[in-house]
């Protein structure tokens, strides 16, 4: 039976059938715990940017994100709002651009006045451990904190390490000139869009 | 080296695999990966189980269907079945460690690829019995991954004076740190000594 033709095809796809179908069924398993990861991921970042992620575990993220962010919608040029007390209290931006390797996609955090940054974080990346990745580290992440950014020409400016920094600017990550470039680059497009949106708003 | 119908010790296949036919000094295969992901030890340290995981499997799936594969196509059930196990393990990653998957990035997906896997299939598990074969596959794997580790501790020590991201005495401080070791041409510099080291020992047992 070996020897027939026929039986290397019947085979292959007994075998294939075979394994796909676990592969399948494992998948399927699997699928809301992923796709839940990836919420949390995205969540914990909106929540960082506001100071509001501290100490939360993953499984309270979800819940807190609920309290106190509130979806996007016209108003808010598309950005997710912090509110409190009926307050908004700052503005979450999506950022997200080609990196060195792959994608990077972030939140920068606004005060209400729109110019106040209040911090910026990471949700996806695949920049280059020890260098690229650093984007992600406290050190570099802190340096945006209570930046004020610029209403006319690019908004935020990443410098090279050792030059002096103005309200809007922060030091480069050495080692990883082109990931920031195109950090700045994308942030600076994301950001001025948003301001774009606000303004054409504020004038209605 | 697996000569068919011949049943072999296994205490050779172990230490074949570790390091008389090592695979990563000896045979110089898998690079990609070896280049890759030496940078941080916590990845390579993943990278290593996962891939020792998937290569004892493979050799013992591929070993335990040998009888009934047609020789034509076996080259196709092998790739079959490691591309089984390697999204096995990366659904796993991305559903239960999340962060270390979005670390290792298209990595886990590319075992698939990694010639030490076929090659052992190939080489070993297609004409041994399914207990050599898993045996073989896993300390092929060892193999790897010590050699893999050793790079990764000496990149992360000098590129950024920590290991497993603890910072080192001295390292992290008095020691100017080599930027280049985490970076890809760092891989090429650290796995080209590494394997010099290694096969000068061999050179002196003689064997």
Redesign the interface.
């Known amino acids: 039976m ?1 020897d027939k033709p026929w ?2 095809v019947v ?2 796809f007994v ?2 059938a075979f ?1 796909s179908s ?2 399948i069924g ?2 399927e398993f ?1 699928k809301g ?2 796709e839940s ?2 919420r949390i ?1 995205f969540e914990r970042s909106v929540l960082e940017v506001f100071g509001l992620s501290a100490g939360v575990p993953a499984g309270r993220i979800h819940e807190v994100f609920v309290e106190s962010i509130r979806e996007p919608d016209d108003d808010s040029g598309g950005a997710y709002v912090y509110v409190k007390d009926d307050d908004v209290k700052g503005y979450a931006v999506e950022i997200a651009g080609k990196g060195f ?2 994608p990077i996609k972030g939140i920068l955090g606004l005060k209400a006045d729109k110019e106040t940054v209040t911090g910026i974080s990471f949700y ?3 920049e ?4 690229g990745a650093q984007i992600e580290s406290d050190a570099f992440r802190e340096q945006f904190d209570g930046k004020r950014i610029s209403l006319s020409g690019d908004p935020l400016i990443i410098k090279p390490v050792g030059a002096e920094l103005g309200d809007n600017e922060v030091h480069a990550i ?2 990883a000139t082109q990931t920031c470039r195109r950090l700045g680059v994308f942030i600076n497009e994301d950001v001025s869009k948003w301001l774009g949106e606000m303004a054409g708003k504020a004038d209605d | 080296m697996s000569p068919n119908g011949r049943t072999i010790a296994g205490r050779d296949i172990i230490r074949d695999g570790l390091w008389g036919n090592n695979p990563v000094f000896r045979q110089v295969l898998g690079i990609c990966s070896t280049l890759a992901v030496t940078n941080v030890v916590l990845n390579t340290l993943v990278m290593c189980v996962s891939l020792t995981c998937v290569m004892s499997l493979s050799c013992l799936t591929v070993s335990l269907l040998r009888n009934w594969t047609p020789r034509n196509i076996r080259m196709m059930v092998q790739v079959l079945i490691i591309a089984f196990y390697v999204i096995i393990v990366d659904l796993i990653l991305k559903a239960y460690w999340p962060d270390m998957s979005s670390n290792l990035g298209p990595y886990v997906g590319l075992i698939i690829t990694n010639c030490i896997i076929m090659g052992r299939c190939e080489a070993f598990a297609g004409l041994n019995k399914p207990v050599a074969s898993l045996i073989d596959g896993f300390f092929n794997g060892l193999g790897y991954s010590f050699l893999l580790l050793t790079i990764s501790v000496f990149r992360e020590l000098m590129g950024m004076g920590t290991i497993l991201g603890i910072e080192m005495p001295y390292f992290s401080g008095i020691w100017d740190k080599w930027i280049i070791m985490v970076m890809p041409p760092g891989a090429f510099f650290a796995l080209a000594c590494l394997i010099w080291v290694c096969r000068s020992f061999k050179a002196k047992e003689g064997a």
């Not at chain 1, 280059?128 to 260098?131: I, K, N, V, Y």
């Open positions: 070996r039986y290397a085979y292959m075998v294939t394994f676990i592969v494992f998948a699997t715990r992923v990861n990836k991921a390797w792959a996806e990346q695949n280059t451990p020890g260098l050495s080692g």
